[in-house]
């Protein structure tokens, strides 16, 4: 087994709980549409909620991409608000960067900043996710070499594009990365498909659900240095 060479990282529900930040985000946009276009509230929350279904289903190209799919929600609620394009377009784009702001504003789950600043010294840690979070506004530029996400690579989780191209940006064989992840299928058995090894984060001490075991497991993040070390040298 090889040693390791590069830790990439999934971010919501592993450096940070990104229930309570969506609803927090969501809170901030809608107090900025309250305040600049209170028309919208004649779609409101529920015709908001159900046009991100329509979007989802008429145009599933740009369901991987969470800026795109809420831009467009947001554009066509204005639009029914009554707005031209232009000007559906323009509050679209200042609704979307006050949620994006406090969707960045995150509360590191204890023992992650340290940890990354530990492990930043020994290993290059590239970001892996779905979502739509930014290192760089969330505060956590400093530890990562690069970002990956499914709005830049094309495609999400558990598809194994993100692993890939973060594995030929380093430049290394996959059995010398390890994934770092909450999401069983999503990051631990999509990483071991293209043959890294996988560390599970499971903070709620879950029973796990598939048939190939993680490769290691923590549930406090302070466990992980630990870990990494272990593994180097397997």
Known sequence: MSGVALLTFDLDNTLWDVGSVIVQAEAVMTDWLDANCPAWQHVGRDGMRALRGEVARVQPEICHDLTALRLEVLRLT???????????????????????????TVTLFDGVQSSLALLAERYPLYALSNGNADIRRAGLAGYFR???????????????????????????????????????????????AVGMRAIWVNYSDSAWPLAQKPDGVIRHFSELPELIARLHVR
């Open 78 to 104: 204005l639009l029914k608000a009554g707005l031209d394009e232009a000007a559906a377009v323009a509050t679209a784009r200042g609704a979307f960067e006050a949620f994006f702001a406090a969707r960045n």
């Open 146 to 192: 690069h970002q990956l996400s499914a709005a830049s690579v094309g495609f999400a989780k558990p598809h194994p594009r993100m692993f890939e191209q973060a594995l030929s940006l380093a430049g290394i064989d996959a059995s010398a990365a390890i994934h770092i992840g909450d999401h069983p299928e999503q990051d631990i058995a999509a990483a071991q």
